[in-house]
């Protein structure tokens, strides 16, 4: 899946500052910028591509859906609101998705993860070349269903106590597992437990140091304990 470079449309500091931490704990999202106001988003969307955006419908001197009226090619939108009757109206302009404040970060995966389906790939990368029936994948409980993941697209696990979150090079999935079956269940020869709150591809490490992992420019912690374990299966 591709990068989408995002641009935050929040008067709200708070409701900006959620919004950017959940980006930044997406590998394929990448925050471009924060803006109070629909005429400084203007200014923003000439200067900067702009794949993203998350746009408050009320804001001051424009609204937000008089600020998609003049957008001649406007990028993907997911509207943010405290108020849900507008829902239908966004809907009309073809927007992503539409999340109501405050917005909680399983609900925020669920509208970023809407990119995908919005955005079939153009080209198939080398590794995806392989036939499904060669690829190792495994169905996961996400929202009632049952959802394949290719081990090849996963880049690291992170542990919820009685769930994991899934981060895989399509998207975020949060599913009923202990870190410690799951590891079980994947490839010893390629996923590594960093953490005991972290498994990761070791084929998808980017860099690494004394003290954590780099994956999709996230850095993930080497636990003390695990540290002398990581080194040998990294170096080697």
């Given at each position: 899946?591709?990068n989408?470079k995002?641009l935050?449309?929040?008067?709200?500091?708070l409701a900006a500052?959620?919004?950017q931490d959940?980006?930044?704990?997406?590998?394929?999202?990448e925050?471009?910028?924060i803006?109070t106001d629909?005429?400084?988003a203007l200014?923003?969307l000439?200067?900067?591509?702009i794949?993203?955006?998350?746009?408050?419908?009320?804001?001051p001197?424009?609204?937000g859906?008089?600020f998609?009226?003049?957008?001649?090619n406007p990028?993907?939108?997911?509207l943010?609101?405290?108020?849900?009757?507008y829902?239908l109206?966004?809907?009309e302009f073809?927007?992503l998705d539409?999340l109501?404040?405050p917005?909680?970060f399983?609900?925020?995966?669920?509208?970023v993860n809407?990119?995908?389906?919005?955005?079939?790939?153009k080209?198939?990368?080398?590794?995806?070349?392989?036939?499904?029936?060669?690829?190792?994948?495994?169905?996961f409980?996400?929202?009632?269903?049952?959802?394949?993941?290719?081990?090849?697209?996963?880049?690291?696990?992170?542990?919820?106590k009685e769930?994991?979150r899934?981060?895989?090079?399509?998207q975020?999935l949060i599913t009923k597992?202990?870190l410690g079956?799951i590891e079980?269940?994947?490839n010893?020869t390629?996923?590594?437990?960093?953490?005991?709150s972290f498994?990761?591809?070791?084929?998808k490490i980017e860099a690494y140091?004394?003290?954590?992992?780099?994956?999709a420019?996230?850095e993930?912690?080497?636990?003390?304990n695990?540290?002398?374990w990581?080194?040998?299966i990294?170096?080697n």
């Amino acid at each position: 899946m591709q990068n989408y470079k995002c641009l935050i449309v929040e008067d709200e500091p708070l409701a900006a500052e959620v919004l950017q931490d959940y980006i930044s704990q997406v590998p394929f999202l990448e925050i471009k910028g924060i803006c109070t106001d629909a005429l400084f988003a203007l200014d923003c969307l000439q200067k900067e591509s702009i794949d993203l955006i998350f746009l408050d419908i009320h804001l001051p001197k424009l609204k937000g859906l008089d600020f998609l009226k003049i957008l001649k090619n406007p990028p993907k939108v997911i509207l943010t609101t405290a108020y849900h009757e507008y829902a239908l109206q966004g809907y009309e302009f073809g927007v992503l998705d539409y999340l109501l404040k405050p917005v909680e970060f399983g609900r925020f995966l669920q509208a970023v993860n809407k990119l995908s389906q919005a955005n079939p790939a153009k080209s198939i990368e080398k590794e995806e070349l392989i036939t499904p029936t060669e690829r190792v994948f495994h169905f996961f409980n996400v929202d009632k269903k049952k959802i394949k993941v290719y081990e090849d697209d996963i880049l690291y696990i992170e542990s919820l106590k009685e769930y994991v979150r899934i981060f895989t090079k399509h998207q975020i999935l949060i599913t009923k597992f202990q870190l410690g079956q799951i590891e079980e269940l994947l490839n010893k020869t390629n996923f590594v437990r960093t953490h005991r709150s972290f498994l990761v591809a070791k084929d998808k490490i980017e860099a690494y140091t004394a003290t954590h992992v780099e994956i999709a420019n996230k850095e993930i912690p080497i636990g003390r304990n695990y540290k002398e374990w990581v080194m040998n299966i990294i170096g080697n």
